[in-house]
């Protein structure tokens, strides 16, 4: 399955679920990124602000910010990546290669 299909199976399947299982693209992702940047440094002025604050953070990660959905507790180890529409093919494929699936190319490689 090419990444194309895949989005679009994706897609299909979250359509008729709950609000919560939403899909951002790239651009909306690093929207939001900004958007807590900026309520970081000047304060949450709006509702969606404090929406925003109450439910993401930033983590940085070597000279990159990262979207992390916001832990219970700072110091916690533990914490979810908010990955994009376009990442979520490439994270599930290294995961399927990584646990021994490597689908018809591995059987074409032996």
Request: hydrophobic share 35%.
């Amino acid at each position: 399955m090419d990444q194309a299909d895949f989005e679009f199976k994706l897609r299909q399947r979250l359509e008729g679920k709950a609000e919560n299982a939403v899909l951002q693209s790239t651009t909306q992702r690093d929207q939001l990124l900004e958007d807590l940047l900026k309520i970081n440094s000047f304060g949450a002025k709006s509702t969606f602000d404090f929406n925003l604050q109450k439910r993401y953070e930033v983590l940085g990660v070597g000279n990159a910010d990262r979207l992390i959905r916001r832990r219970k507790d700072p110091n916690e180890d533990e914490f979810k990546f908010i990955a994009s529409l376009e990442e979520v093919f490439d994270i599930v494929k290294a995961a399927h290669e990584a646990i021994g699936h490597g689908g018809g190319k591995k059987q074409l490689l032996k």
